[in-house]
Structure formats: C-alpha cells, structure tokens
C-alpha cells in the first residue's frame, strides 16, 4: 500500500517542482496534489528535501546504469559514444519533467545529499571521459582534454531541458541523431 502512495507523491512532486519550482512548492501543495492532509504526508516522507534527494538520486542513478550498460558491450569508442549521446538525450526527453527536476533543482539540496548527488554526477562525467580517453588511445578520436570534451558533450546533451518542447517538429531520436553527428564528425566539411 505505501509504496504505490510514495510513487504517487513522488510523481506529484515531481510535476510540482518542475512547474513551480523547488524552493515554491510547498509540503502542502504535494499534500493537496495526492489527497492527503499535511500531517499524513509525513508518515510516506521524511521531508520536502528528502523527496527531492529521492528524485535526483534515482534520475541521477538510472543514467549511470544506462552509461555502464553501454560500456559493458563490446563496441568500438566511437560506438559507444554514440551511444551514450542517444540514450542520455532519449531518456532525458522521455522523462522531461524528472530531468529538469534533477538539472535545474537539485542545488537546492543541502550539503550532503548535494554531496552524493554531486558524486554521482562526477562518476558520470568520469565514465564519458574513459570513452573519450579509450578512444583517442585506439587513434578513433583526437581528443587532447577528455574531461573539458565530456563537460562540453554533457553541458549540450543536459540543456536539453531548457529548450526540447514535444509539439516541436524533430522527435527524440532525431534530435540524437543531430547530437551525435555534430559530436561525432563535427562542423567541418570533409
């Protein structure tokens, strides 16, 4: 029973402090969204800040394991790169609301969970700089700063937040495809 009553506040959360923000929504408003007096809210969550650490820690941790899977397959660099850059903008599309939960909301964590949020975001950024190391060592890339390179390829691929909108003419995989051509092949004419 609870844990369907968590989901159920977690989605509204969710959907709450992606339209109003973190630091706007109020425990009442999660109250009000799911039916439940303030005072019972708190027997499914500890705190505001908890269930924001819920969130960005799940969306933050399903990214990982989505990256490790990808590594774990035998695949050249570029391959793996590639597909790093669909899956990240594929997940991040399809789950819109979360994602902007986890980029734009989760500094307002406090220190420690922004600790372990923070964390687990370097891992990432760590795993997308062995593929671009990986690569440059088989003489695929040529990449001289792999962590600057991740940063960049993770700064374009996480706005997507910002701008993706569903009634827009270019569909997940599309937009991907855009990514990873310009990521993969850049600008220049060959």
Known sequence: MSSNKQNEIALAAVKLFEQKGYRATSVQDIADAVGLQKGSLYHYIASKEDLLMQI???AILQFNEQLEEILAKEDTARGKLEQMIRT?????????ETTTVLWREAFSLGEGPQE???GMTDKYLNLVADILRSGTETGEFNVTHPRITALAILGACNWVYRWYHPS?????????????????????AH
């Open 88 to 96: 990240h903008l594929i997940m991040s599309i399809d789950n819109l």
């Open 168 to 188: 827009g003419t270019l569909t997940a995989e599309e937009i991907a495809d855009i990514f990873s051509k310009l990521f993969l092949d850049g600008l220049l």
């Open 56 to 58: 960005a820690h799940q």
């Open 116 to 118: 372990v949020i923070q």
